[in-house]
């Protein structure tokens, strides 16, 4: 079987059609952007595209949680830590920080796809980074497994601050954003 080396759009053209035939990725790249449509349009007065913003990026993320399959202990859980776990428990399962880090990843690229200008991209907000650094630090925490940061060449400097430091607890990671 030999792959044709195709072209950066992601279509793929089936043999004997004339009409594209989407990638995986872009397949579900289309199914995650009309979810988010339907999540705004469903919200509570409906909100337009135009006024989306990175706090109803962080709201929907938080809304995902409810449908994930990945166990995170809480930190009064006895298998808080463990790897893998000798018993069940009533801990909450969640969106595995990979799933919504490539969730994000689509949905910043659909974004300027369609028409979307990417220096009001929602998707691409730096809380949104640090949500999603929040999330991995405490599954991994809760799982055992200490994550590692990448030494920098120049000096990192903490400058952010830490807002949310052991927050595995609460139901959900959150970050503080200050407007001006």
């Known amino acids: 079987m030999s792959s044709s080396g195709g072209g950066s759009s992601g ?4 043999e004997g059609s004339s009409s594209p035939t989407l990638s995986r990725y872009e397949s579900q790249k289309r199914r995650d952007w009309n979810t988010f ?12 595209l135009s006024h989306c913003n990175c706090n109803h ?20 859980c006895m298998f808080y830590g463990q790897p893998e776990p000798p018993a069940p428990c009533t801990c ?9 880090d490539a969730l994000i ?4 690229a659909a974004y300027e796809e369609n028409g ?14 640090v949500y999603l650094r929040e999330v991995r630090e405490c ?13 920098k060449v120049a000096a990192a400097t903490t400058s952010q601050g ?6 595995c607890d609460d139901s959900s990671p959150s970050t503080t954003m200050h407007y001006s």
């Open 162 to 167: 830490s807002s949310s430091k052991g927050n």
């Open 37 to 48: 449509g339907q999540y705004l349009k469903n919200q509570r007065p409906p909100v337009p």
């Open 105 to 108: 990843g689509r949905l910043r």
């Open 11 to 14: 279509k793929e053209l089936v």
């Open 57 to 76: 990026v962080l709201d929907f993320l938080r809304y995902l949680d409810q449908f994930g399959k990945t166990k995170v202990h809480i930190q009064g």
């Open 116 to 129: 979307g200008s990417p220096e009001t991209n929602p998707f691409a907000n730096g809380s949104i980074r």
């Open 92 to 100: 909450p399962l969640r969106q595995a920080w990979g799933s919504l």
């Open 139 to 151: 599954q991994a925490k809760a799982r055992g497994i200490p994550y590692k940061k990448k030494k």
